[in-house]
């Protein structure tokens, strides 16, 4: 198997019937590159950027950054690379920034609230991804929006950022895409209207699962509720990919289940673009869409969301479609 895979690592992502897919690797750091490049990614579907700032003993200055960015985009060979600001908090802390205690860390004060509230972290991690998409095909997204005014707000600073870089000779990709990630059940819901103003969406199903099931990923008490195969998940997701897809915008997915076996038929059939994962998964999973034809699996996506009650009858019905 491993050798049939290793031949894969120079093609295209394509199913059966010759629908092509982007498959790209999770990234922490600019030393991930390698492994993503050895491993046939076809971009950087989500860089982690927090791990800069908690590799690092203060707050990484602009320089640093920029370098870090220009390092992985330049890696990429001009390849797509996109970079979600900063998400810290949950269970992500930095010893140089004291954030409150909080009851519920998860439903607490991270990611984009952090960024939003302290402006000057914000705007040099901006200026810094700006610089750097002059050397590259970069995007940003947004981690953790929850409502249209937080991606506008988020959006207008990039913007300002950007202008005062214009007016000021610095050269940048004036058309850097800006999206967000879909990770909070009230964004996939009103994903319509958000997608009016993202150009991208990037579903983050590891949150994504543990908000709708309100269930943390991590507690194994729970851990029977963390199911990526409930039919209320897939629904979930196809009303992102399809609110996307009416305004023209694409969408990625950067959570693990895009590197599950048993879910990449029906996100096949929902007519995913881009499938983000750890680099080891790429080759398995590019080789798992060979076998699959897009207009059987949308037969299959069809069926889960009308007739799947629960997580088991999805896999079943998934079983049943690919034997
Ligand atoms: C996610 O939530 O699915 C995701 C990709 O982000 P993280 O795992 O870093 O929260
Ligand atoms: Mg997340």
Not at 51 to 65: A, I, K, R, V
Request: aromatic share 6%; charged share 25%.
């Amino acid at each position: 198997q491993k050798a049939e895979w290793a031949k894969l690592k120079d093609a295209q992502s394509v199913t059966a019937d010759g629908k092509k897919v982007t498959i790209g690797a999770n990234i922490g750091t600019p030393k991930d590159v390698q492994g993503a490049v050895d491993n046939g990614a076809e971009a950087i579907g989500l860089f982690r950027s927090e791990f800069l700032y908690m590799d690092s003993s203060e707050l990484p200055s602009e320089d640093d950054q920029f370098k870090a960015y220009k390092a992985v985009t330049e890696g990429m060979k001009g390849k797509q690379v996109v970079v979600r600001t900063m998400d810290i908090g949950g269970d992500k802390k930095l010893p140089y920034l004291p954030l409150p205690k909080e009851m519920n860390p998860f439903l607490g004060y991270r990611a984009i609230r952090i960024s939003l509230s302290h402006q000057d972290i914000f705007r040099t991690q901006l200026r810094a991804l700006l610089r750097a998409s002059a050397y590259g095909k970069i995007a940003i997204m947004f981690p953790m929006i929850a409502t249209v005014q937080e991606f506008q707000e988020a959006k207008a600073i990039l913007e300002d950022e950007k202008d005062k870089l214009i007016k000021a000779g610095t050269k940048v990709d004036e058309n850097i895409e800006v999206g967000m990630m879909m990770e909070i059940p009230a964004a996939a819901v009103l994903a319509d209207k958000l997608a009016k103003y993202a150009d991208f969406f990037s579903i983050g199903t590891n949150d994504l699962i543990q908000y709708s099931m309100a269930a943390d990923r991590g507690n194994d008490a729970v851990s029977y509720l963390y199911q990526p195969d409930n039919p209320s998940i897939v629904r979930l997701v196809k009303n992102i990919i399809n609110s996307a897809h009416k305004e023209g915008k694409w969408v990625g997915m950067c959570g693990e289940a895009a590197a599950d076996p048993n879910l990449v038929p029906i996100l096949v059939g929902l007519g995913l673009d881009e499938y983000s994962m750890s680099a080891t998964s790429i080759l398995p999973v590019r080789s798992e869409i060979k076998t699959l034809d897009s207009k059987k699996m949308a037969d299959l996506a069809n069926k889960v969301v009308t007739e799947s009650e629960t997580s088991d009858q999805t896999i079943q019905m998934v079983k049943d479609a690919t034997k």
